[in-house]
């Protein structure tokens, strides 16, 4: 089906939104598990794009997930084709200072004296929940683990004490005063011998200074409990700076205008901006260069990202049929051939991977390669146009 415009075409590959018959907007579903490790039941906030029934997605595990699911779903669906679709899984809290603090604290009189279950809490993330996940949805071996405050403890435990469960990971704010800054006096002894290779990392932090107090003097304010987050963090930083782990990708940003309690939605948009600043496909590289062969490119382009997330990445179809009208456009009929036989051999089950393609042959006089890739689409998916249009060529 030809959707290219003289706008040439869109690099950014907008995800649909599913609407129900009551008009109902829906950005996921809640789904639950049941866990043997934590004895209990789990609610999980899941997102799934709408793709094609046999594309694979990168996996974004959000921490405190009533808080943050869909803040994330509505980042990733607006930035689609600069970042990765992927499936969103937002984990919900029973216990939440049991489960996001890795060391126990005797608790405070009239509080609950129950943190200290994060080895458990991840064990459960590891043996119960990727599974369970990697069973029901589209998932691809590509894991992204988000956490805000004690949720950022919980992601440096894993990047320094779980390093092979995740790929990359965002830490926002996170808590590392907590147990008298033990794993950050753990992270500045051992930083050096971890093997971080091929792992990404983005840290955030947001300004819970005093007034008139600076990133310099705020290692000083150790009066103020509002300053315990600023103090644990910026040595966190200053070690990572200083250590450079073995090929570790990371970079961190200050939020001069942000609190603890505000920071999380713009720093899980830098945060995937950062990780994914290779994914766009930026078709801008066409301009003025027709000798460039845009199937060439394509395919250079997303043999890289395989590469980078170590999984098969496939190129959208949308794009790819984008593409392919505007070098039949262009009068490069060769090219587009090839982008439209790859839609086919990359998305066997579109009706509109073969609607385009019989668009291309009844182009180019191929009356009955058309006729048949007519009859292909409807035979998956039954449309109006496409109908229309094998009846017409069917009357000439």
């Known amino acids: 089906m030809r959707i290219f415009t003289t706008l040439l075409f869109c690099t950014i590959c907008i995800s649909a939104i599913a609407q129900k018959p009551d008009n109902r907007i829906v950005i996921g579903a809640v789904d639950t598990i049941f866990s043997k490790v934590l004895n209990e039941k789990r609610a999980l906030l899941i997102h799934v794009p709408n793709g094609g029934k046999d594309e694979r997605y990168p996996v974004l595990y959000i921490l405190d997930g009533e808080d943050h699911f869909n803040s994330a779903v509505g980042i990733v669906q607006q930035m689609a084709g600069v970042i990765p679709d992927m499936v969103i899984v937002g984990i919900t809290n029973t216990v939440r200072e049991r489960d996001l603090t890795p060391t126990h604290v005797t608790a405070r009189k009239g509080q609950d004296d129950v943190s200290g279950g994060g080895e458990n809490f991840m064990k459960f993330i590891n043996d119960e929940l990727f599974p369970y996940v990697d069973s029901h949805y589209p998932t691809a071996p590509y894991r992204v683990f988000s956490g805000h405050s004690l949720g950022g403890l919980t992601v440096v435990n894993a990047l320094v004490n ?143 990202l395989s590469e980078r997330l170590r999984y098969t990445v496939v190129p959208p179809e949308s794009l790819v049929n984008s593409l392919a009208y505007y070098c039949w456009g262009t009068n490069k009929s060769k090219e587009a051939f090839s982008l439209f036989k790859r839609n086919i051999d990359n998305h066997p089950q579109s009706g509109n991977a073969f609607d385009s393609i019989g668009d291309f042959y009844a182009g180019t006089g191929e009356k009955q390669k058309a006729i048949e890739a007519y009859i292909k689409s409807l035979s998956l998916q039954e449309t109006v146009d496409t109908r229309r249009k094998l009846e017409e060529l069917r009357k000439k």
């Open 162 to 304: 779980h390093t092979a469960l995740f790929n990359a990971y965002i830490v926002i704010d996170p808590s590392l005063w907590w147990d008298n800054k033990k794993l950050l006096k753990q992270i500045q002894q051992q930083l050096s011998t971890l093997n971080l290779a091929k792992k990404s990392l983005f840290v955030a932090f947001a300004n819970n200074m005093s007034p008139g107090v600076d990133t310099i003097t705020v290692m000083q304010d150790t009066l103020n409990p509002r300053t315990n987050v600023t103090r644990s963090v910026l040595p966190f930083i200053k070690a990572l700076k200083e250590t450079k782990p073995k090929a570790l990708n990371w970079s961190y940003k200050f939020y001069p205008n942000e609190r603890h309690g505000t920071i999380e939605l713009n720093a899980e948009y830098d945060a995937l901006r950062y990780l994914f600043n290779y994914y766009a496909f930026l078709t801008s590289q066409f301009d003025g260069h027709p000798e460039l062969n845009v199937d060439a490119v394509l395919a250079a382009h997303f043999k890289m």
